[in-house]
């Protein structure tokens, strides 16, 4: 009798889900979540196994050919949200899984094309570009399309590709070939007899008298150095060669092992342990709410609402989250920490890094294929409690999850808008922690509209911490004598200060204009500028960053010149002489 499986297809136009059967030597090697090669009409795939089930809807199946990896690749609530997201974005389960897998990890059917030697090409009438397919499989042999596709830019071979496959010049046929990513292995060395015996070795290790001195000094070394020892090592201390390594391999007295090492983008940071600071009292009332919060997660009760941390710039939110991961680390569970942009992560992973040592992992796209993967598979196996990273860190496979941190949620960068699969990231950081039982804690400066309406009205719990922690007094005091300057501070508790919030000005430009003033400054901002450069101090401009002008506006009325499809302001660019909106691609001339 066999067992049968639902696999979801990993490519992005396969809606459904297909039914197989495991062949015996699969039997108990596959669960749900488990990634596995299937056949799929004339090709081999790649799938997730999604669930075993009783009975197919098919009367003949066919066998799950492979697996990839027998550690389910997926968790249950993270396939869990993948259905989710599939149904609420409109998008297939398999365009789902594969936002969910590290880069090069997804496997692709290809096609491998092989130039058929025994055809006289010189006497068929061939057109340039079927020339130019034949002189590259020529000069580099069989190649994948892919491989053809990076050779062949902005050409569209296909058609011709087949009408020499028809011919017979050429052989087509559907490959899947192995994923990019992999473990890392490195060779170590160690003795391969008992250091005891070292003093009674008498043999010639070379017949040259310094290359036979150097090799008996690579033995000394190993067995002076407990365990396994890197070849460079041994290069730098002894000034051996590989060569002495291979005589002295070929002796049988030392071994070369192969091990895994893992590619740790956070090997080398530096970071200083802290110790927590004393909360204010606004903090302490946020902190006391969140932590009932977590004993729900602790209880293993239903889900609560989620918490909305509305907090000013420097009003101590980090702390917050920094002791809501404690408390989470506490009760065993694990927690992910979002940030809105890769410039912030090294920052926040530091804070992190020194209230929890060895056990935070960073994830986001300027890290290598290889790095990505074995902080993926590193959190998998539970060796790194805690993950900070954008919006892909969400999809970290993170068993018994207790929470999900979005700090400065507003911001645009959360929602995956510029390619498919399109997804708003708070949105699914939500579902996430409801699928999971976790508690989600969404902080910032300036939520959305939405986001405080949500708060505000009770679907979400709404915290508040209104005043900015600038220091303790003594460190406040110190830096005010230092720049020769005084800082105006408001009555606080304990050992902190209250630094109020800064004045903020609106100048209304069109005055500015009628007035005489043609300046992209306003004279305020230029008063202001050189009172600052006179006492010797420094100003900062924020400038647009796509385009001439981020927005064109009348300098009479204030109407700004949106874009009719998604009414976001239109982008002024000089050198296309021309309005473009950065989110949709609409252009039309000023």
């Excluded at 089930?53 to 997926?74: F, N, Q, S």
Aim: net charge neutral; aromatic share 6%.
């Amino acid at each position: 009798m066999h067992v049968y499986v639902e696999v979801a297809i990993n490519l992005p136009q396969i809606s459904d889900s297909f039914h197989y059967h495991l062949p015996p030597e699969l039997v108990g090697t596959v669960q749900p979540g488990t990634l596995v090669i299937v056949p799929f009409g004339k090709q081999r795939v790649q799938g997730l196994v999604l669930s075993f089930i009783e009975t197919p809807d098919v009367a003949e199946t066919r066998p799950v050919e492979e697996v990839v990896d027998e550690k389910p690749a997926l968790t249950p609530s993270l396939m869990s949200l993948a259905e989710w997201m599939a149904h609420e974005t409109l998008s297939s389960l398999g365009e789902m899984i594969n936002l969910m897998l590290p880069p090069g990890l997804s496997q692709y059917t290809d096609t491998l094309v092989h130039l058929n030697d025994d055809i006289d090409t010189a006497a068929v009438d061939l057109s340039p570009l079927e020339k130019r397919i034949i002189n590259l499989l020529k000069k580099r042999g069989d190649l994948r399309g892919r491989q053809m596709e990076a050779s062949l830019r902005h050409v569209e071979w296909r058609g011709t590709l087949r009408k020499l496959a028809r011919q017979g010049i050429v052989d087509t046929h559907s490959i899947l070939p192995e994923p990019r990513v992999r473990a890392k292995h490195v060779r170590k060395v160690c003795l391969a007899i008992e250091p005891s015996k070292l003093e009674d070795l008498d043999i010639s290790l070379s017949r040259v008298h310094d290359v036979h001195d150097r090799r008996k000094g690579i033995l000394k070394m190993l067995a002076q150095e407990p365990g396994l020892v890197e070849p460079g090592q041994i290069y730098d201390r002894t000034g051996a060669k590989n060569y002495d390594l291979t005589a002295l391999k070929e002796l049988n007295l030392i071994r070369f092992v192969e091990v895994q090492v893992w590619r740790d983008p956070l090997e080398d940071a530096s970071y200083i342990l802290a110790a927590p600071p004393n909360l204010t009292g606004d903090q302490q009332r946020v902190w006391e709410t969140i932590h009932e919060g977590l004993e729900s997660v602790r209880r293993e009760e239903p889900p609560g609402k989620p918490y909305l941390l509305h907090g000013v710039t420097g009003s101590g939110k980090t702390e917050i989250y920094l002791r809501a991961v404690k408390e989470t680390l506490a009760m065993g569970k694990r927690a992910i920490v979002l940030v809105p942009e890769i410039s912030l992560t090294p920052q926040t992973v530091n804070r992190f890094l020194s209230r929890f040592p060895d056990q935070v992992g960073v994830m986001h796209s300027q890290l290598s294929e290889g790095e990505r993967y074995d902080t993926w598979r590193r959190a998998r196996n539970g060796e790194l409690p805690v993950i900070v990273g954008p919006r892909s860190a969400l999809f970290m496979p993170m068993d018994d999850l207790g929470l999900i941190v979005v700090d400065e949620c507003h911001h645009e960068s959360y929602d995956q808008s510029d390619r498919p699969p399109f997804y708003r990231g708070v949105k699914t950081a939500t579902a996430y922690a409801r699928l999971s039982g976790a508690m989600v804690l969404l902080g910032s400066a300036t939520p959305q509209v939405t986001q405080y309406y949500r708060a505000i009205s009770g679907s979400w719990t709404y915290l508040e911490l209104p005043k900015r922690i600038l220091a303790h007094r003594e460190a406040i005091a110190q830096h005010a004598r230092r720049l020769g300057i005084e800082i105006p501070l408001h009555p606080g508790e304990g050992a902190t200060a209250d630094l109020g919030l800064p004045e903020v000005s609106i100048v209304d430009m069109r005055q500015e204009l009628r007035k005489g003033n043609r300046s992209i400054f306003s004279k305020a901002l230029q008063f202001e500028i050189k009172n600052v450069l006179e006492m010797g101090q420094q100003a900062i401009l924020f400038l647009n960053r796509l385009g001439t002008a981020t927005y064109v506006f009348c300098r009479d009325c204030g109407h700004v010149i949106k874009c009719p499809r998604d009414d976001k302001p239109l982008t002024y660019h000089r050198s296309r002489g021309g309005l473009v909106c950065h989110t949709c691609g609409y252009q039309r001339k000023m």
